[in-house]
């Protein structure tokens, strides 16, 4: 069992070099030092009697043989990582960790009053929230959670739809009486890169011709922007009414929603600490649906 253990240590630190392309890289993937992922990647190369990399400038090319062993690392990754999601679904306890992944705007705006009781009841779960706008993988375990916007999650995981953000237009109150009278064409705007390529797409259809003042890849961004008076910005009201900097200008077509997911893994659904903060959450936000989708805005500023 040793042996296994440190042959897949081994793999581990092969595949952080592998998709990284250098040590410092992998070093940070795996959370150690330099010149470890520089000590074990030649010790293992000496034990298999086979150069994996070819050292270049740029950093760790993988040679035909460190290509073939790539291929076989990943197999074996996917196998430990299925090993470990089915265990890990048999847990009974309502303690141990649970690790969410969401995009920055839920973890600064809406999830932290919902983690907070959460807590209160669960005292024995450890929460771990990973802030990110790329999907992290589930199927490797990179997370347990993910609370996700979107119309179409991706089809290997499991959830519900919770909720729905609808958007609105939104400016700083400093900003209004600075322009009272423009027409929205003539406005300064805050605008989404390709990473929010949907939001993007739908600002191009709302206001044709009229190109963002300013562009970011992050909705929080947008909203500091906003609240900073730097213009006006497509926001979710579930968010921005809850703002008393912000004003709302006017609504959105429909075709700015966005279905608000939280999903998990087939293999970890039952899990019960899992299973305790999928149906915690579903219900928080089940009674949050008037402030998600717009309504009654001005009831919401001291929620």
């Known amino acids: 069992m040793n042996a296994q253990a440190e042959n897949w240590d081994d793999l581990r630190v092969f595949l952080a070099v592998a998709r990284s392309?250098?040590?410092?890289?992998?070093?940070?993937?795996?959370?150690?030092?330099?010149s470890t992922v520089f000590r074990r990647v030649g010790a293992f190369e000496d034990a298999l009697g086979v150069r994996l990399f070819e050292r270049v400038p740029s950093g760790y090319l993988l040679t035909?043989?460190?290509e073939e062993m790539r291929e076989a690392a990943l197999r074996v990754e996917e196998e430990v990582a299925a090993i470990g999601r089915k265990v890990r679904g048999q847990d009974l306890r309502l303690s141990g960790s649970l690790r969410i992944t969401t995009?920055?705007?839920?973890?600064?705006?809406?999830?932290?009053?919902?983690?907070?009781?959460?807590?209160?009841?669960?005292?024995?779960?450890?929460?771990?929230?990973s802030v990110s706008n790329a999907a992290l993988n589930l199927t490797k375990r990179e997370a347990d959670v993910a609370l996700?916007?979107?119309?179409?999650?991706?089809?290997?995981?499991?959830?519900?739809?919770?909720g729905r953000l609808v958007f609105a237009v939104y400016g700083a109150r400093e900003y209004r009486l600075r322009r009272p009278d423009a027409e929205l064409e003539s406005h300064d705007w805050i605008g989404f890169d390709s990473e929010?390529?949907?939001?993007?797409?739908?600002?191009?259809?709302?206001?044709?011709?009229?190109?963002?003042?300013?562009?970011?890849?992050?909705?929080?961004?947008?909203?500091?922007?906003?609240?900073?008076?730097?213009?006006?910005?497509?926001?979710?009201?579930?968010i921005a009414d809850r703002e008393e900097k912000l004003e709302r200008i006017c609504d959105l077509p429909a075709s700015f929603s966005l279905d608000l997911w939280l999903l998990t893994h087939e293999d970890l659904r039952r899990t019960a600490r899992i299973r305790a903060f999928l149906d915690f959450v579903a219900e928080a936000l089940a009674g949050e649906a008037e402030l998600l989708e717009g309504r009654k805005p001005e009831a919401w500023r001291e929620v």
């Open 196 to 238: 929010h390529a949907a939001l993007a797409r739908r600002f191009a259809e709302f206001l044709p011709g009229v190109q963002p003042a300013y562009r970011v890849n992050s909705v929080a961004a947008a909203m500091g922007a906003a609240m900073a008076g730097m213009g006006l910005a497509p926001l979710p009201c579930g």
């Open 21 to 34: 392309g250098t040590l410092s890289g992998a070093a940070r993937i795996l959370g150690v030092n330099h």
């Open 64 to 66: 035909p043989a460190g």
């Open 148 to 162: 996700r916007i979107g119309n179409s999650p991706p089809e290997t995981l499991v959830g519900r739809r919770v």
């Open 103 to 129: 995009i920055d705007m839920l973890a600064l705006w809406l999830l932290p009053r919902h983690l907070t009781r959460f807590r209160t009841d669960y005292p024995g779960i450890e929460l771990e929230v």
